[in-house]
């Protein structure tokens, strides 16, 4: 039982290139979550999906797409990287919203030049 | 009024000694709560969920103060490696909150 997977660990990017992070879990959780953290801000939403098939917004969602075309993975995508994106990143599931805890993943460590 | 906040700290803390922390919330109706630990560049993990009547695991122990509106976390008997950050979490109807987190070092 793995959890929560993130792929990959370490990524170095050039301004404009793009990228897709990868989330898998594989305890049939319905919700999974994207989220950023830089120093001193905190973990900060990006996008979430509530089922297979279904994604929306958090609080950061500008410069990043996400997809949820199987249950079990749920994809982040940068299309043109910024500097500005420089941060690590987790990815979570949970099985419901409002009662269970959110298991992480390892995190994405992503830095743009 | 933020809707969720920690102490920053750090809480710097002899070895052995008790240390507690607050975490207030600004929404009455959230509805679960949760203490997580974050290890220096790694992932937030759960430590503990937080019920109405309190809860024990260990060493921990937390409280849910729904009437002043804040969840607490007690360490007793610390341990060097209790030193990390500790998050709240505050699960509402419509969004799931992080506190910053409270920075401890326990000190040998």
């Known amino acids: 039982n793995a959890g929560v997977t993130q792929t990959p660990k370490f990524r170095v990017l050039k301004t404009g290139q793009s990228m897709t992070l990868l989330c898998a879990q594989d305890?049939?959780?319905?919700?999974m979550y994207w989220y950023r953290q830089d120093p001193g801000m905190g973990l900060r939403l990006i996008h979430y999906s509530v089922g297979e098939g279904t994604t929306a917004k958090g609080e950061v969602p500008d410069g990043y797409n996400v997809s949820r075309l199987k249950k079990q993975n749920f994809l982040l995508g940068l299309e043109s990287a910024a500097p500005s994106q420089t941060s690590v990143y987790f990815c979570?599931?949970?099985?419901?919203?409002?009662?269970?805890?959110?298991?992480f993943g390892n995190g994405t460590r992503l830095t743009v030049t | 009024r933020k809707e969720v906040e920690q102490d920053p700290g750090p809480f710097n803390v002899p070895e052995g000694a008790t240390v507690a922390f607050n975490c207030t919330y600004s929404n009455s109706a959230s509805q679960s709560f949760f203490w997580y630990r974050q290890d220096c560049r790694k992932e937030p993990k759960l430590l503990m969920s937080?019920?109405?009547s309190g809860n024990e695991d260990g060493r921990f122990t937390a409280q849910l103060n729904r009437a002043s509106q804040y969840i607490s976390l007690l360490i007793r008997d610390s341990k060097l490696s209790d030193s990390a950050t500790y998050l709240c979490v505050v699960n509402g109807d419509d969004k799931i909150i992080f506190g910053k987190g409270t920075r401890l070092h326990i000190l040998p």
């Open positions: 305890m049939n959780h319905e919700y």
């Open positions: 937080v019920y109405s």
């Open positions: 979570a599931s949970s099985r419901d919203y409002r009662d269970s805890p959110l298991h």
